[in-house]
């Protein structure tokens, strides 16, 4: 009997966990130690970060022009 693996089960975070952990990593002395205190990985901390800072590119996504952003 050859079972097969589940697939990996992608975690979820809803606007609040997001904006508790974007406000914990900008009062932290580390964006890395504040993934740590929440449990996450640090590249999603420094994504939410980043989508944060630019709120209509992240919106938008790829259809956003660059020559139009300015």
Do not use: H
Not at 5 to 12: A, F, G, L, W
Not at 17 to 41: D, G, K
């Amino acid at each position: 009997m050859n079972e097969t693996p589940k697939p990996y089960k992608r975690s979820k975070y809803d606007a609040a966990f997001r904006a508790e952990a974007l406000r914990l990593a900008a009062q932290s002395r580390s964006t890395q130690a504040a993934a740590r205190a929440l449990n996450i990985a640090p590249k999603r901390l420094y994504q939410w970060q980043k989508a944060a800072q630019t709120p209509v590119a992240a919106a938008l996504g790829d259809t956003l022009d660059p020559a139009t952003a300015a």
